[in-house]
């Protein structure tokens, strides 16, 4: 893939969101896989001790949803700003933010969980290392990292959505072995305590199948001191 630079990568991605934010909306009753996300939820919660949330890059929000019903103190954070006040109307008590993961964005030791499914796989290489010390930083000890993301069986590194929910509607995602994430993760005083292989009800989509996507989820366990 030839690549733009990664700050326009990030650019273009939230530029794609923001024009489909209403669109996807409105289809979500007929197209949200809510036994898909039902598993992800349940795997991360499996790990998982302690109140504080980041759902990171939630889109239309129903995963912050479904944490806040169980009791669970969130912050739905997203890039593009068209879907804050998307979920803002399911929840008016729900804390919304505009954020964008590859730059430092809360305080040290904010949150006992961060939460990222499918918003991981828009980081651009170069970012990749940045945005992974964002996360163990934004996490208390004993915190732990949830992303689900995909890898390529031909070991591609990238992929673009031509299309995504509109015609010329460009948006670049990545892809990474769990192990590379979980070596980089290490770095950071992250330990990946598990690899789950939850999949989406209509899996594979025309773009996994086109470019041979897995998807998988990372759990990892922020050290409880610097290791
Ligand atoms: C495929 S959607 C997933 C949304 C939601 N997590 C879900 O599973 O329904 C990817 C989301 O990541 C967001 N996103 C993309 N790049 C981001 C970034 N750098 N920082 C924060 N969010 C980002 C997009 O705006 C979009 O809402």
Do not use: W
């Given at each position: 893939m030839n690549r733009p630079e990664p700050e326009s990568i990030i650019l273009q991605n939230r530029v794609a969101y923001g024009r489909i934010a209403g669109e996807w909306e409105r289809r979500q009753a007929a197209d949200y896989d809510h036994e898909f996300h039902e598993r992800c939820r349940a795997e991360f919660l499996k790990h998982?001790?302690?109140?504080?949330?980041?759902?990171?890059?939630?889109?239309?929000?129903?995963?912050?949803?479904?944490?806040?019903?169980?009791?669970?103190?969130?912050?739905a954070a997203d890039i593009?700003?068209?879907?804050?006040?998307i979920v803002r109307t399911k929840q008016q008590s729900l804390p919304v933010v505009a954020a964008d993961m590859t730059l430092?964005?809360?305080?040290?030791?904010?949150?006992?969980g961060i939460y990222a499914v499918a918003s991981f796989l828009h980081v651009p290489p170069e970012l990749v290392g940045r945005t992974l010390a964002g996360f163990a930083r934004m996490l208390a000890p004993k915190?732990?990292?949830?992303?689900?993301?995909?890898?390529?069986?031909?070991?591609?590194a990238g992929y673009r959505i031509d299309d995504l929910l509109a015609s010329d509607n460009p948006a670049l995602c990545f892809c990474h072995a769990p192990a590379?994430?979980?070596?980089m993760l290490a770095s950071e005083?992250?330990?990946?305590?598990?690899?789950?292989?939850?999949?989406?009800?209509?899996?594979?989509?025309?773009?996994?199948?086109?470019?041979?996507?897995?998807?998988?989820?990372?759990?990892?366990?922020?050290?409880?001191?610097a290791e």
């Open positions: 998982f001790s302690g109140t504080r949330v980041l759902d990171l890059g939630c889109g239309l929000g129903l995963d912050s949803l479904a944490f806040a019903r169980v009791g669970l103190r969130v912050v593009a700003v068209e879907f804050l006040p430092p964005c809360f305080r040290a030791g904010a949150f006992d915190g732990i990292l949830f992303l689900h993301h995909v890898q390529a069986s031909d070991g591609c590379e994430l979980t070596r005083g992250m330990r990946t305590v598990a690899v789950t292989g939850v999949r989406p009800s209509r899996y594979p989509s025309e773009s996994a199948a086109r470019n041979g996507l897995l998807p998988y989820q990372l759990i990892a366990l922020k050290a409880e001191v």
